[in-house]
């Protein structure tokens, strides 16, 4: 079982991008596919999209035009950055192991989209 | 995209009773690729369904799966104080995944 760790900003800024990375801990990350999921407060979950250690990417088409998702294997991390930020992108984010059905989780990360 | 309708949105039963929560797919589950998950306050979901009925890595037998097609169940038999969350289902068999909007099983 493997450990993952979410990070970043908890406040941006409507219209700016927000950025989240994933640390991976307990394990390899050129071993799975990594994916990020988002659940905004008091409602159901969201698949965002999820990549590969060799970079190829799968994401939601409700999102695709604004996301992008990288992954650095030296650092054994991956990151999510999404454009042009609203209210309702205001959400837990969360990083978890597998391209299907994740089995580890990160704890979550609220962010909040505000001026 | 499938949308995932689960039933009820709440549920009260007490310690020892048995659980039965519903999954509606708006169209057939390829494979029937169809996850449960269970979420606590200020916790991550955990993983206990995957295709449709095969329990995963630690998940006690009371909890089961079943369903194919369009309609899938969580079954958790012999309620213990720890099994009161908020679960929801996931389909995986077609992209984008999606997940139902939960049901909250609380004690009467």
């Known amino acids: 079982q493997v450990q993952l760790q979410e990070s970043g900003p908890g406040l941006v800024k409507p219209s700016e991008t927000l950025s989240l990375t994933c640390t991976v801990s307990?394990?390899?990350?050129?071993?799975?596919?990594w994916t990020w999921i988002r659940q905004p407060p008091e409602k159901g979950l969201e698949w965002i999209g999820c990549?590969?250690?060799?970079?190829?990417?799968n994401y939601n088409p409700s999102l695709k035009s604004r996301v992008t998702m990288s992954v650095d294997t030296s650092k054994s991390q991956f990151s999510l950055k999404l454009d042009s930020v609203t209210a309702a992108d205001t959400a837990v984010y969360y990083c978890?192991?597998?391209?299907?059905?994740?089995?580890?989780w990160g704890q979550g990360t609220l962010v909040t989209v505000s001026s | 995209e499938i949308v995932l309708t689960q039933s009820p949105g709440t549920l009260s039963l007490s310690l020892g009773e048995r659980a039965t929560l519903s999954c509606r797919a708006s169209?057939?589950?390829?494979?029937?690729?169809l996850a449960w998950y269970q979420q606590k306050p200020g916790q991550a979901p955990r993983l206990l369904i995957y295709?449709?009925?095969t329990r995963a890595t630690g998940i006690p037998e009371r909890f089961s799966g079943s369903g194919s097609g369009t309609d899938f169940t969580l079954i958790i038999t012999r309620l213990e104080p720890e099994d009161f969350a908020v679960y929801f289902c996931?389909?995986?068999?077609?992209?984008?995944?999606?997940f139902g909007q939960g049901t909250k099983l609380q004690i009467k």
């Open positions: 169209q057939s589950v390829t494979n029937s690729y």
């Open positions: 996931q389909q995986y068999g077609t992209s984008p995944n999606t």
């Open positions: 307990g394990g390899s990350i050129t071993t799975s596919y």
């Open positions: 295709g449709a009925s």
């Open positions: 978890a192991r597998g391209q299907l059905v994740p089995d580890d």
């Open positions: 990549i590969y250690y060799s970079g190829t990417t």
